[in-house]
């Protein structure tokens, strides 16, 4: 079962990075809306009907040898650091001729608050390897500022300043985890510190003044994980993901100029978290 459920997650993974037609990142945000909530429902909806199949009283009366494994599931929340670097604004439909195709250059955003929950499985047989279902929420200013605009025209502006915006970002995402143990002892045997990557594919919603977007992202992560006692833990741990060509409507540069936007988002998040562990419903 645990070879089936590791398969799965890898299908899942390869089946949305692997749609039919253009890019993920390149389709629309009702398609990309109506392709991504059925395979966070599967992913979600599989995990916990494994999870409490391999816990019933049944399974657990047969003594199966993964209750003796290193193995564990947990919960964990964290907050932090979240950070935006300067990106440029791509001027695109309804904008006037002077704008449309030109961008605004290194537009800059105000440092943001985030906070996040997860729940995730490292497996028995492989305590090394695990997967975890994350969500996270920042919200981040726009401070009114002056930007170049490029490429330079003769016949419309070159410079331009805007308006003081926001934009707030949710995101879902599941990672695939590889994790390292040190200071093994008998309470936690894999190790009571951890340091652990890795690597997911999430679903983001960016929500403007005027206007949300709905795209694909890739995530990275690292991170180091110290067990207080067998059950709780702390962590740090930087995550990093990007978005590709997010495309906002009804963007207000000034009074008389209002369009869709273009841009791309790469996030930093550094964060510090707790997380509670567990091997089944009855808390041994």
């Not at 943001?112 to 047989?125: N, P, R, Y």
């Amino acid at each position: 079962m645990v070879r089936l459920c590791q398969g799965l997650i890898v299908l899942v993974i390869i089946a949305s990075l692997c749609l039919p037609g253009s890019p993920a990142y390149a389709l629309s945000g009702d398609r990309i809306l109506q392709l991504t909530v059925p395979v966070i429902g599967i992913i979600g909806t599989s995990t916990i009907a494994y999870y409490l199949w391999k816990n019933s009283p049944a399974q657990r009366a047969k003594g199966y040898p993964e209750n003796l494994g290193p193995g564990e599931w947990y919960v964990a929340a964290y907050s932090g650091l979240s950070y935006l670097p300067e990106a440029d604004w791509k001027f695109y439909q309804s904008f006037s001729p002077s704008l449309k195709g030109r961008s605004a250059q290194n537009v800059c955003y105000d440092p943001a608050v985030i906070g996040g929950l997860k729940f995730g499985h490292f497996f028995d047989s492989l305590p090394w390897f695990g997967f975890e279902l994350e969500m996270n929420f920042s919200r981040h200013a726009i401070p009114k500022q002056e930007v170049s605009i490029s490429p330079s025209s003769a016949g419309g502006p070159n410079k331009l300043t805007l308006p003081n915006y926001r934009i707030y970002i949710w995101a879902l995402q599941y990672n695939l985890l590889a994790r390292y143990g040190f200071l093994k002892d008998k309470e936690v045997p894999f190790g009571r510190l951890q340091p652990y990557v890795g690597i997911g594919h999430g679903f983001e919603v960016l929500y403007g003044t005027t206007d949300s977007a709905k795209n694909f992202s890739l995530a990275a992560q690292a991170g180091l994980r110290y067990m207080l006692t067998k059950k709780i833990a702390m962590f740090w741990e930087y995550k990093f993901s990007h978005q590709f060509e997010v495309e906002i409507e009804k963007v207000a540069i000034t009074p008389q100029e209002k369009g869709t936007i273009s841009v791309d988002v790469p996030h930093h998040r550094m964060v510090i978290g707790i997380s509670y562990h567990f091997k089944n419903l009855f808390g041994n």
